[in-house]
């Protein structure tokens, strides 16, 4: 958005609208829909590799309530589609308590419209750089007790070595709770990576929070302070999938988005 700019006056795309857009939700805007197909056009798989995003952060949220987890802080939580963070866990475990957290205002408050009425769930604006802050604003929270942390799809929003921002949380954070992230990675198929770097490229141009891809080893280290719960660091897709799923081999979306989940011990 611009500052003259009100959410729904804007005719800058941001990287919720764009998301909302792929996952066919209700508060994008024209400027997000327009970048998502240009993005599209170059890379068909765009749209697929957002489905898996949230399918992921569905079952690892599930997987989390089922270990006893009853506090979830999500940040870059994104507009609210069906399945929500406190849909999932609340269907598991009733009382389960989560904070949305998200730079975008527009998403904000969006966020608490729907979540009006639900007192074990709140959306804050914040950002994920600030550790501290966002901490000391996580009132809903009990810190003295485990969290699950979510941190999906939000760090390839930063440029840079992101793991000592991840080590802050880990350090506010109590032996027992879990670190759950999915991050765009680099294609090894030649053929893929240079149509990434295409969608890169024009995604980048256009909406202002740009988009950093990193190389498996560099997401592996975000979890160095954790023990990586089985199956470890893998495609998104290959996390806990549901029950029959068998890989596609002509899938090439799934190779772009790696997932696990780390215990704090
Ligand atoms: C791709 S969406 C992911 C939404 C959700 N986590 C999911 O996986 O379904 C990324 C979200 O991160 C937010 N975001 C980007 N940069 C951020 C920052 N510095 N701090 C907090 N949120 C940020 C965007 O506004 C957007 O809503």
Redesign the pocket.
């Known amino acids: 958005m611009t500052p003259h700019e009100t959410p729904n006056q804007r005719t800058t795309a ?3 609208g764009v ?1 909302d857009w792929y ?1 066919n939700g209700h508060h994008h805007l024209p400027c997000d829909a327009e970048v998502a197909i240009a993005a599209q056009k170059l890379f068909p798989l765009a749209g697929r590799v ?1 489905r898996y ?2 399918d992921f ?1 569905q079952r690892a949220v599930r997987w989390m309530t089922e270990q006893g987890i009853r506090q979830f802080l ?6 609210p ?1 069906a399945g929500n963070v406190h849909e999932i866990a609340q269907r598991y475990a009733r009382g389960a308590r989560v904070l949305y ?4 205002p527009d ?1 904000v408050t969006v966020s608490n419209q729907l979540l009006a009425g639900s007192p074990d769930a709140a959306c804050v604006r ?4 600030e550790p501290e802050d966002i901490l000391a604003r996580a009132e809903l929270l009990d810190l003295t007790k485990p969290v699950g942390l ?1 941190l ?3 760090l ?3 440029p840079g070595d992101v793991s000592p921002l991840v080590r802050r949380y880990l350090a506010r954070l109590v032996p027992g709770s879990y670190l759950a992230l ?1 991050h765009v990675t680099t294609a090894d198929d030649e053929r893929i990576r240079r149509r990434q770097e295409d969608v890169e490229q024009t995604y980048n141009a256009r909406v202002r ?1 740009n988009v950093h891809f990193r190389a498996r080893d560099e997401v592996a280290e975000l979890f160095a302070d954790t023990e990586l719960v089985p199956p470890g660091l893998v495609l998104a897709t290959d996390w806990h999938p549901p029950r029959g799923y068998r890989p596609d081999p002509d899938d090439e979306a799934n190779q772009l988005l790696v997932g696990a989940v780390g215990r704090l011990t």
């Open positions: 941001t990287a919720a998301y996952l957002a995003n949230r952060l999500d940040i870059g939580s994104g507009y589609v957290v998200d730079l975008d998403t914040g950002d994920v750089r979510l999906v799809s939000v390839p929003f930063l999915t929070q």
